[in-house]
Structures are given as structure tokens and as C-alpha cells.
């Protein structure tokens, strides 16, 4: 009876034995494939180059003329916003204690390709913008009257987002998004 009971055992040895050798073979079959197919397309030149460049949108304020203009300098076609900030400035900087009126300065804004929100007080420009394009928001600016050693400062402060494409919340403008407006006063 003890035979018996070894041969159980050397049969039950035999079969882990087979499982081991049959699991670490298709490990090692594995292993050789990928690493054969990961060599191949290492090694291999497919004759084309793909390579991804995302688009930017760079933003820029500049005053030509006594008019100020903002511009696309990105990539790819953008919706502006501005908002404009007018104050008194002395020489060294510091501004003035009493903030102008609208009696102490005379702003002529661009008309019809700028709309201002009433709620976020922002300017938004009508349309996507394309690189290197600039869109004049103030044709002009002149002050009337400021307090004795100072100057009038107009300050323009703008950002743009991308025009087209999708949102995280969907197919979206991305303004919409972005910015929270439902429209840009088309």
C-alpha cells in the first residue's frame, strides 16, 4: 500500500511539473514577442514623421497712432477679450487718489467688432481673430481734465482662447466655457 501512495504523489509532481514548464514557456514566448515587435519598430524607419505641435494663442496689447489694438500672435485663430482700465498717473507711478470720471476723459471705442458684456464689464471681440491679425479696440483717448501733476493712463488687459474645437463640457464654444458668457453680442 505504501507503493501506491508514492506513485500518487510522483503523478501529482509530474503534473505541477508540466503546468510550471508549459506557464514559464508562454512567459518566455511573451517575452520574446514583445520584445521582438518593440525592437522591430524601434529599429525601423517608416519614412514619415509624426509629430504633433498644439496650437497657442498668444495675446498681444499695442498702442499705434493714439489707437490701441489687440492681436493674435498665436498659431491658431482665437476670441479675444479686453478689459479697460482708466486712471490718473503721475510721473513716478503712483496714481491718483480721485478716480476719473467720465467728464475727464474722452475714449472713442472701435465700433462694431467689439461688444461689452454688462454683467462682466469685459469687451469681447465679435469674431475668432486669425494669427498675426490685430483688431483695434480704442480708435482714441484724450484727457480733458486731470489733477495738477498727473496724466491720463489707459490700460488695456486681454486674453484669447482658442476658436475652434471642442470643450470639456462638450461641442461648445470654448468661450462659453471658458469664460461663462452665452454669447459674444452677435
Known amino acids: 500500500m505504501q507503493r501506491l501512495k508514492q506513485n500518487k504523489g510522483g503523478a501529482r509532481y509530474k503534473k505541477r511539473g508540466k503546468k510550471l514548464t508549459l506557464m514559464l514557456s508562454l512567459v518566455l514566448l511573451l517575452t520574446f514577442a514583445v520584445g521582438g515587435t518593440v525592437s522591430y519598430l524601434v529599429s525601423r524607419d517608416f519614412g514619415k514623421n509624426h509629430s504633433f505641435t498644439p496650437a497657442r494663442v498668444e495675446i498681444a496689447v499695442t498702442e499705434q497712432n493714439g489707437a490701441i489694438q489687440v492681436s493674435n500672435e498665436g498659431t491658431t485663430d482665437a476670441y479675444l477679450r479686453a478689459a479697460i482700465v482708466v486712471n490718473f498717473e503721475a510721473d513716478n507711478g503712483d496714481l491718483s487718489g480721485t478716480p476719473p470720471t467720465e467728464q475727464d476723459y474722452q475714449l472713442t471705442l472701435a465700433s462694431g467688432q467689439w461688444y461689452q458684456d454688462p454683467e462682466t464689464l469685459f469687451y469681447y471681440c465679435t469674431e475668432p481673430v486669425a494669427p498675426g491679425q490685430a483688431v483695434v479696440l480704442v480708435q482714441s483717448f ?27 463640457s462638450g461641442d461648445l464654444p470654448a468661450y462659453r466655457d471658458a469664460w461663462g458668457i452665452q454669447s459674444l453680442g452677435q
Not at 152 to 165: F, T
Open 142 to 168: 484724450s484727457c480733458l481734465n486731470a489733477p495738477l501733476g498727473y496724466e491720463l493712463s489707459v490700460e488695456v488687459a486681454a486674453e484669447g482662447i482658442q476658436a475652434h474645437g471642442t470643450t470639456d
